[in-house]
């Protein structure tokens, strides 16, 4: 499991998943850590959650640069 602290509370899968950018059909493999991140950085944004999409963010830049590029940016 990773060491990386985690923006906020989610929960964590043990497979690594194919994540695909909603808008440009391109994918990427995730570690569950991303995977629970990038779900509810969705979830957020669907509900208007900004301060909280904003910290997921961040976090997906730090941490997954490229994969950050594909698919949220």
């Known amino acids: 499991m990773s ?3 985690l923006p906020f509370p989610v ?3 043990t497979e690594s998943e194919v994540v695909a950018n ?3 059909g391109q994918s990427v493999t995730l570690p569950p850590d991303a995977v629970a991140v ?3 950085i969705i ?3 669907m509900f208007g959650q900004y301060k909280m ?3 997921g ?5 730090r941490y997954y640069p490229a994969e950050y590029m ?3 940016d």
């Open 43 to 45: 979830g957020a944004d």
């Open 57 to 61: 963010l961040d976090w997906f830049r």
């Open 22 to 24: 909603r808008f440009t």
């Open 3 to 5: 060491k990386r602290p």
């Open 70 to 72: 594909v698919l949220l």
């Open 11 to 13: 929960i964590l899968g």
């Open 53 to 55: 999409v904003r910290k």
């Open 38 to 40: 990038y779900d509810a």
